[in-house]
């Protein structure tokens, strides 16, 4: 049985002209579907139904991508078919086995990830720095960061370090002399295994193996450039009156009331300008109030023989609202000479600090009274997230019912269960692999200065300078960047010396270090060459002294009944892993078959 199925439709595949390829990721930096090569059908009659949308000319909004489930033989899997083209027949691309990435297109920030209330921030970090995962998902170490202007007003106490935590205690954010000292932000970091364990279980699945087991990747923080606070805008409120904007008047005598409105209790600053016309023989007056409290106040009676004459004050104070609940508003009112074209009054109300809701003092910086791991994750799908993973620690994925399964690829590689396909065998093309090398590194910097050490290997042994790469060399690109450890203002602990909104930065931490301070530890088990030394060595060496054979046979679709690139199989009186495998169907449910195998010893 060889067809594609979908919910209203079916396809036979058992004569049709296709050409199907399943590449091993274990050759690869990067998790492979199956796919088909372009593959045509004839426009029968039951094909135009099928497709009679994308054949009409007129549609505007046309499907050509469906969800299909993909038989071969007694073995279905999740695929993707696409319309690829019309002409005298309809073209298609088929991929397969999508059962193995389950969430692989979903981004970080949909995977459900913790979100934890902690109206004291400070206080809940205190009882998280001490543990590590998976007793909790995120933690709260310090790192060194650049990215704050301290020559900036609102940044000039900034210490540079987040999370920092001096004499058992976060440094908070307070007023003194009133002036906002913002001296700390507070930013969790989740862990790679909360993000892994979460974005399978978010599509159903249980994550199992090597992986949970790994020292390096159990301690390992996620870090993002994420401005995980609050800043309370100041307030500025404008106030201009002009000789116009009078409520009311009684003979020669203007009145003015003009109301400001305050966002919230605080300690405020008016300054600018109150101008009184005065007029002959009258009182006239202009006053500041709060409350019922006058903040400011001043009054002219004009003696001499003539009206008009401006009074000018330059007014600057500073005052207190009421913490009560009530409304905060002050009031500007004023009686005197009507004058359509005088300026009455030009002042501004700036906030210096804002208080809460007991009447204390807060900084204009604002820590979060809640943990969203959702808010702190680089712009990258969970497939991407999963690869670099992959390529950190040299790992396999496989399915196994609502299980996921990651392991390290050299303990896959084994006998159990190798297909023997010695009646198959014809004369094989062999490469001893003499020329073969590779190169292992992290994502580029930002700065090429920051840039990583990478590990080459060959047939000589391995290096990490001094090397030529050619076109023999396999690349190996860990799409990660690690922070490294720094010291600053009397601390150890990683530095962040870049930022990109959709790059992975990482640093380790195991709890409280031997002084009780919440630094990272030392990120050497998460570079290199200790991850290539660790995770790859033995890969590389099977690689390297193992002979490639290529071979091509033919038979039915029987004879490749549950044999995948994964598989191992038996021939030429030798077992193989596969490195590829490739069927052409050339005649009904008949292929022609290419092996790409790798001799295990």
């Not at 590449?23 to 088909?36: A, G, H, V």
């Not at 920092?164 to 989740?190: R, W």
């Not at 104070?317 to 500007?332: C, R």
Request: aromatic fraction near 16%.
């Amino acid at each position: 049985m060889h067809k594609i199925i979908h919910e209203s439709f079916e396809l036979d595949l058992s004569n049709t002209s296709i050409s199907l390829t399943d590449e091993n990721s274990w050759f690869t930096d990067t998790f492979n579907t199956k796919y088909s090569f372009p593959f045509s059908m004839e426009l029968t009659d039951e094909i135009k139904l099928i497709f009679e949308d994308v054949l009409d000319y007129r549609s505007k909004e046309t499907i050509t991508e469906y969800e299909v489930i993909y038989v071969f033989n007694d073995i279905m899997e999740k695929g993707i078919l696409r319309v690829e083209g019309i002409v005298d027949s309809i073209s298609f691309q088929l991929k397969y086995g999508l059962d193995n990435f389950p969430n692989f297109n979903k981004k970080l920030n949909q995977l459900g990830l913790a979100v934890v209330p902690a109206p004291d921030i400070y206080a809940h970090a205190k009882t998280i720095i001490s543990q590590t995962w998976p007793a909790v998902n995120y933690n709260f170490p310090q790192i060194q960061i650049d990215k704050i202007d301290i020559t900036n007003e609102m940044w000039t106490y900034f210490e540079r370090i987040l999370n920092n935590y001096v004499a058992g205690d976060f440094i908070t954010n307070t007023v003194e002399d009133d002036i906002p000292h913002n001296k700390n932000i507070m930013q969790p970091l989740p862990y790679f295994l909360h993000i892994m364990t979460q974005g399978f279980a978010d599509a159903g699945y249980e994550l199992k193996g090597d992986v949970l087991e790994i020292p390096s990747l159990k301690k390992k923080l996620l870090y993002v450039d994420a401005e995980y606070y609050k800043i309370l805008d100041q307030t500025n409120i404008s106030t201009n009156v002009l000789g116009t904007d009078l409520v009311s008047s009684y003979g020669r005598v203007a009145v003015f009331s003009e109301v400001i409105t305050l966002p919230q209790g605080g300690r405020y600053n008016i300054t600018g300008n109150i101008n009184i016309y005065g007029l002959w023989k009258t009182g006239c007056w202009a006053r500041l109030k709060y409350r019922g409290r006058t903040l400011w106040q001043a009054s002219k009676y004009e003696r001499k023989r003539h009206s008009g004459y401006i009074y000018s004050y330059d007014i600057d104070f500073t005052f207190d609202t009421i913490n009560d609940g009530g409304d905060h508003e002050v009031i500007f009112e004023s009686h005197q000479y009507k004058d359509d074209d005088s300026i009455i009054a030009d002042f501004h109300t700036t906030s210096q600090y804002y208080y809460n809701d007991v009447g204390i003092a807060t900084p204009n910086i604002i820590q979060n009274d809640v943990v969203d791991l959702n808010r702190l994750v680089p712009d990258m799908t969970f497939g991407t997230f999963i690869t670099a993973i992959k390529n950190w620690y040299n790992l396999d994925i496989v399915p196994k019912g609502k299980e996921i399964w990651m392991n390290f690829i050299e303990t896959e590689i084994n006998y159990d269960g190798a297909f023997d396909m010695s009646e198959f065998q014809t004369k094989p093309e062999r490469d001893y692999n003499k020329d073969l090398s590779f190169l292992l590194k992290f994502a580029n910097p930002s700065d090429e200065k920051n840039k990583h050490e990478a590990f080459y290997f060959n047939s000589d042994g391995y290096s990490a300078s001094g090397y030529v790469t050619d076109d023999q060399t396999q690349e190996i690109t860990i799409e990660a960047f690690p922070f490294l450890n720094a010291f600053y203002n009397g601390v150890w602990t990683a530095h962040a010396i870049e930022s990109e909104p959709n790059k992975i930065y990482a640093v380790l931490y195991e709890g409280l270090d031997s002084s009780d301070l919440n630094t990272t530890s030392d990120p050497a088990p998460m570079l290199l060459p200790e991850v290539a030394e660790t995770f790859y060595k033995k890969w590389f060496d099977f690689r390297l002294n193992s002979i490639n054979f290529k071979w091509n046979f033919t038979c039915y679709i029987e004879s490749l009944n549950g044999l995948s690139s994964k598989s191992s199989i038996f021939s030429y009186g030798r077992y193989f892993i596969l490195k590829f495998l490739n069927k052409n169907q050339i005649s009904k449910n008949k292929f022609d078959v290419e092996v790409d195998g790798y001799t295990l010893k």
